[in-house]
């Protein structure tokens, strides 16, 4: 499911996949930039372009961008520039996006991908044409890195250093790294995983809410069926036409939404959102969700994400004195 997409879809030698045999072969998949920590830490540097955390990868002799997204529930390989392996090949696989339905959906065998020495074995990554999002975002995307290989890490989305930490975590979530942060972490909150999707108790002022949190998703979202007590805090200002998974365009009305909080410590400043309609998502995922938190979410908070513990960590921002 890739219900991060708005306006598009939405591991040098550390994190690769590999697709080889005699083992000496070049690793296939590259995280080019990755600064390497301990034998189980990896930091990535990344881009942000259109509001899309994006990483350097080589992959299979090709070089170029995979987005971060943690809405995406696969590793997704663009098709523009690959071809899906022919014994998965699939005809007619539907998945659903946020607005519509992918299709024609193909999948591309992976022997396995590492980390340092650290091995995740038999991996399957959906082929799914990426072209429209190389259109409108005036770049090439390999891919996508989405939760099948993020949720064995702790991932750490740092938006003021614009870089990510990858540590390696047990089966009960406690790194295998005892160091790893130079930052203290000050706040933390327990997050439901429904399927890949995280999914965070939330107020706006005092009325409970149910968002989802997407790395990839550009802008928040907003369901426009919620309450209309929590609408007086979205404050629209322009229409905006949106390209969904499907490459399928639709206007949506956005703005800024205030007065968001995950507890009495936890707040957030006036966030980019849009209103959308989120019926399609809930149906696929059997969520009710009331909206998506991207973005706008990392851009104010430095957050860790361990799935295994399903709970969220935070770090504060240094304080700028001048």
Not at 139 to 150: A, D, F, R
Not at 285 to 311: C, M, P, V, W
């Amino acid at each position: 499911m890739y219900q991060s997409i708005i306006i598009a879809l939405l591991i040098s030698n550390t994190l690769f996949a590999i697709e080889i045999d005699p083992p000496k072969r070049q690793p296939p998949i590259v995280f080019t930039k990755a600064e390497y920590i301990n034998t189980t830490t990896s930091r990535i540097p990344f881009k942000v372009i259109d509001q899309l955390i994006v990483v350097e990868v080589e992959l299979l002799n090709k070089e170029g961008n995979f987005i971060i997204d943690t809405g995406s529930e696969t590793l997704i390989l663009n098709s523009t520039h690959f071809k899906p392996t022919r014994k998965h090949k699939q005809e007619g696989k539907l998945k659903s996006g946020v607005h519509n339905d992918i299709e024609n959906v193909k999948e591309k065998y992976l022997k396995a991908l590492s980390i340092n020495n650290l091995t995740l074995e038999q991996l399957n990554a959906d082929v799914i044409d990426l072209s429209h999002i190389e259109k409108i975002k005036k770049i090439e995307v390999l891919g996508i890195i989405g939760y099948s290989i993020l949720k064995d890490f702790e991932v750490f989305i740092d938006m003021h250093l614009n870089q990510i930490t990858l540590t390696r975590i047990d089966k009960n979530g406690k790194p295998l790294s005892k160091k790893i942060y130079a930052e203290t972490i000050h706040d933390s909150i327990d997050f439901k995983l429904k399927k890949h999707t995280i999914i965070l108790d939330a107020l706006i002022e005092n009325h409970k809410v149910k968002f989802g949190l997407d790395t990839g998703a550009e802008y928040n979202q907003l369901n426009k069926n919620i309450d209309s007590k929590i609408l007086d805090y979205f404050y629209p200002n322009k229409e905006l036409k949106l390209t969904g998974a499907s490459g399928r365009k639709i206007k949506v009305m956005a703005g800024k939404l205030f007065r968001v909080k995950l507890n009495d410590s936890i707040y957030f400043g006036p966030m980019k959102t849009v209103l959308t309609n989120l019926r399609k998502m809930n149906t696929a995922f059997s969520t009710n969700l009331d909206g998506i938190l991207g973005f706008e979410f990392f851009a104010q908070k430095r957050t860790i994400i361990n799935y295994k513990k399903q709970k969220l960590y935070f770090i504060k921002f240094p304080i700028i004195t001048h």
